[in-house]
């Protein structure tokens, strides 16, 4: 709920704290991160109190020298670009599939998973641990419905409500 989340984040802000959304979501077993690397557009999602209404949504994503990742989300609300900038920091285990972000130097998330991919890299599906956010990307603007149609399907399997989610104009 999105109206929770948002006093949670303002007194995170004021306060410098961490959110912690741990629960039961898993991420993917492995991701190579180079070939992760590179925009992704945005096909379906839970939207938050910053893209809410979002049109042409692009996650991209750029591998620094230090291991961390840097993430440039980009969309229109009413025909005006917004860019939101974000720091992935790759968990220390195998997979490379568990991030914490970090919105700047006072809020951080824990954690940004990649629970689905693509063997060839063409989608994924990015969660949270509590499975309350998901974004379904792709590497091309528009994706098949009968892949997309699958992907929902594992989604409510794994507890995403539907119903919340929605497809990026």
């Known amino acids: 709920n999105i ?6 984040m303002a007194f995170s802000l004021m306060s410098g704290c961490t959110i912690s959304m741990d629960g039961p979501e898993k991420p993917a077993k492995s991701v190579a991160l180079e070939k992760f690397m ?16 979002a049109e042409n949504g692009v996650e991209t994503y750029r591998l ?4 961390n ?5 980009t969309f229109s609300i009413n025909e005006e670009l ?6 992935g920091i790759v968990q220390p285990d195998q997979s ?24 060839e ?13 998901v974004w379904i990307m792709s590497r091309k603007k528009k994706m098949d419905e009968a892949l997309l149609k699958e992907i929902f399907t594992r ?15």
């Open 121 to 133: 890299y063409h989608y994924t599906v990015i969660g949270v641990t509590s499975r309350s956010f």
């Open 64 to 67: 620094r020298e230090d291991g």
């Open 96 to 119: 490379n599939a568990k991030w914490r972000l970090k919105y700047n130097w006072l809020l951080s998330f824990d954690y940004y998973l990649i629970v689905e991919l693509d063997p």
């Open 82 to 87: 917004e860019s939101h900038r974000q720091t």
């Open 155 to 169: 989604l409510k399997e794994k507890g995403y409500y539907l119903e919340k989610i929605e497809r990026m104009k």
């Open 38 to 53: 590179g925009p992704w557009y945005v096909i379906a999602f839970t939207p938050t109190f910053v893209d809410e209404g």
């Open 69 to 73: 990742i840097d993430i440039d989300y």
């Open 3 to 8: 109206g929770c989340l948002f006093p949670l």
